[in-house]
């Protein structure tokens, strides 16, 4: 599967911008045990502002639904939970 690498740069400086450092390519993950709930909670909550942002500059309509941390817009879904 290709990568939008335009749009992973938008969502890596919108996640840069809300403090979380992510690797800057799309290919790259890293994994650590340092973190806890805290920080875990702020790298998704900043996730779920990120992507709504970004969903809503493009126009579509966006819902955002609670506890379950599920953004979606037409023709994407995105589940944020654990």
């Known amino acids: 599967m290709a990568c939008d690498v335009a749009r992973f740069q938008r969502f890596f400086h919108g996640m840069l911008a809300e403090g979380v450092y992510l690797a800057r390519r799309p290919s790259r993950r ?8 805290a920080e875990l909670e702020h ?20 819902q955002v639904l609670g506890a379950g941390h599920r953004v979606r817009s037409a023709g ?7």
């Open 76 to 82: 994407h879904a995105v589940n944020t939970s654990l």
């Open 43 to 62: 790298t998704w909550g900043a996730a779920e502002r990120v992507l709504v942002n970004l969903i809503s500059s493009t126009g579509e309509k966006t």
């Open 30 to 37: 890293f994994v650590s045990s340092a973190h806890g709930e």
